[in-house]
């Protein structure tokens, strides 16, 4: 059994600096830090705090994360959190075959006198030998699937849930509880570059500036942070309806950060489904963003179509 770790940043890697915390360890002082596993190859993949990461970094790290599939039987990715929710959506889309590939990271720094990224990262890598196929996050004793994972808060060691989703497994000084499957992953190939793809953000009285101005940016999708259950102010309905007529394609995603979006009311998310909104059922507005950067590089045909069935495999809509 041969597990790759792949270092890429993150809080789990940085030590405090006179500049403010900043990646200081490498894929050895990870390794170090559990106690140098038998059977695991450490990884310099990328040194960076996740919030300065780009999409062609994102790229890129799904194409090498396929290539260590190919030869270890599983893969572990130390990442940043704040972000972490965005990697694993589009490693989730872009798996390939049945590899464990596990996310992990921590919210107290390497140098910290009692820091959560050993115990996170032993989890991962205990997880990651059990086989389980498909892309998970481990995090404060919790086993996660990677569609659905969002960062809940901000400092707290349990960082991350999945809203309606929930724990897949419990790992702790008893061992590993496993409780659900992940719904399956691997849906498509690691594009070469992610296409632009805007999230606008929706408040009262929000005017269609943030919309157009996407667009004008040359934004191939847009993906609307709607409110409730999928509605948005009538300046921003009315900017989304000509954008999808000129060929745009216009996800809606909620705000609220549980549940699923549907298009319910005349004004709001109706106009928007009638319209030809993707409605990107309980997918956070930033993991919803990925899902349709990936069909728009991969199907530039017919995105929508391509995510629509996407959202359906992955259970994220009915
Ligand atoms: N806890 C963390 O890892 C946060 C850090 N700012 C990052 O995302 O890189």
């Given at each position: 059994m041969t597990i790759a770790l792949l270092a890429t940043g993150g809080t789990i890697a940085t030590r405090a600096t006179d500049r403010g915390r900043?990646?200081?360890?490498d894929a050895a002082d990870l390794l170090a830090s559990v106690g140098?596993?038998?059977g695991v190859t450490g990884v310099d993949a990328a040194g960076r705090l996740?919030?300065?990461?780009?999409p062609d970094d994102l790229a890129t790290l799904a194409r090498t994360v396929r290539e260590h599939c190919r030869i270890h039987d599983g893969v572990v990715l130390t990442h940043g959190t704040d972000t972490l929710e965005e990697t694993a959506a589009l490693l989730a889309l872009t798996h390939d075959g049945a590899t464990p590939v596990v996310l992990t990271g921590a919210q107290?720094?390497?140098?910290?006198?009692?820091?959560d990224g050993p115990t996170n990262l032993a989890a991962a890598l205990a997880w990651a030998t059990l086989g389980r196929p498909g892309v998970t996050v481990v995090f404060d004793g919790r086993v996660l699937p990677?569609?659905?994972?969002?960062?809940?808060?901000?400092?707290?060691?349990?960082?991350?849930a999945a809203p309606?989703?929930?724990?897949l497994a419990s790992i702790d000084g008893g061992g590993v509880r496993e409780h659900a499957t992940a719904p399956p992953t691997g849906l498509a190939d690691p594009p070469e570059r992610l296409p632009r793809v805007d999230v606008v953000a929706q408040y009262?009285?929000?005017?269609a500036h943030a919309i157009d101005a996407a667009a004008a940016a040359g934004a191939e999708g847009i993906v609307i942070a709607a409110f409730g259950a999928g509605n948005a102010t009538p300046p921003v309905v009315a900017a989304a309806e000509a954008l999808i007529g000129r060929g745009v394609p216009v996800a809606v995603a909620s705000r609220t950060g549980e549940g699923a979006v549907e298009g319910?009311?005349?004004?709001g998310g109706a106009d928007l489904a009638r319209a030809g909104?993707?409605?990107?059922?309980?997918?956070s507005p930033w993991q919803a963003r990925l899902l349709l950067a990936v069909a728009i590089a991969g199907h530039p045909d017919d995105p929508v179509g391509a995510a629509r069935e996407w959202l359906g495999r992955v259970g994220a809509t009915g």
């Open positions: 900043a990646v200081g360890a140098d596993p038998a996740s919030f300065a990461a780009t107290r720094p390497f140098d910290d006198p009692a820091p990677a569609i659905g994972v969002r960062k809940v808060h901000t400092s707290a060691l349990t960082a991350f309606g989703r929930g724990p009262v009285g929000a005017d319910l009311y005349a004004g909104a993707l409605f990107a059922g309980d997918l």
